[in-house]
């Protein structure tokens, strides 16, 4: 029943700690994966989410979503700018999560050259979708797609994240009820 929380397009300084005090409240741990630009103003946060536990992945430099159809160079450039500033809080990940999903060979192929594994997500409450979705169907969406093993995708970062971090006091407690644990990857 193990499933895995993802948080991606963070850390953002309001909603990254929000976050950060539901998943201590119950105790779970999660995946944050982290846009480049975002780190440099924020690397206290980036070092609170590593100190609490968390996974720490590579999100691109700036959320390019048009990956696929960049240069190699292009996309190891975006790869190598998150990189190196996670590098200033300490974090080497081993993970990347392509910004929209949208992968591609070449995004593969530099995923590959810098010993990163590519990880998607399998239930989408589309909490990105703001404002048009409410917390209420974000909730709904995740009790009612979740299964073992499963990585839901939520956000903590690129906008207002308001309805999510409501919507993780409603759902997780939720899910440990009905048996699940969480595992960062």
Known sequence: MAIALSLDDGPHPVYTPQVLAVL???????TFNMIGQQVGPNLSLVRE????????????WNHDEHLPHRTYAQVCAQ??????ALA???????????????????VYRACAARGL?????????????????????IVSNVLTHTKAHDIILDHDGGGDRSRTVAALKIYIPKLLDKGFTFAAM
């Open 49 to 60: 989410v590593a100190a609490a536990g968390h996974t720490i992945t590579n999100h691109t």
């Open 117 to 137: 594994r590519p990880v998607d997500w399998t239930v989408d409450p589309r909490d990105w979708d703001q404002p048009r979705v409410t917390t209420e169907e």
């Open 88 to 106: 200033e809080a300490g974090q080497h990940p081993t993970i990347f999560r392509a910004p929209g999903g949208n992968w591609g060979p070449v």
């Open 79 to 84: 790869i190598d700018r998150c990189n190196d």
């Open 24 to 30: 201590a409240h119950y105790g779970i741990t999660a």
